[in-house]
């Protein structure tokens, strides 16, 4: 895919100084710029074993513990 990007005078004349000190391409240098970026700004995909989980079957229903709480609230502590 060819795209156009502009770079200002100090990153361009890097690129060109690091390419020719590798031997490489300044759009190689630019590309794996690219790909190091995306890959620490783009989210990750979850591991395979993420929805391997089981839950623990002895753990109390949620609800049941919300309720308790509920029973203790005061409404209208002014009362």
């Known amino acids: 895919m060819n795209f156009n990007v502009y770079l200002n005078k100090k990153i361009g004349e890097k690129v060109t100084r690091v390419a020719k000190a590798l ?37 109390p229903d949620f609800k049941s513990l919300r309720k308790d709480l509920k029973d203790n609230i005061l409404v209208d502590p002014i009362e």
């Open 23 to 59: 031997r490489r391409s300044r759009n190689s240098i630019v590309n794996e710029a690219l790909e190091e970026w995306l890959s620490k700004h783009t989210k990750a995909k979850w591991p395979k074993n993420f929805f391997d989980f089981s839950p623990i079957e002895d753990v």
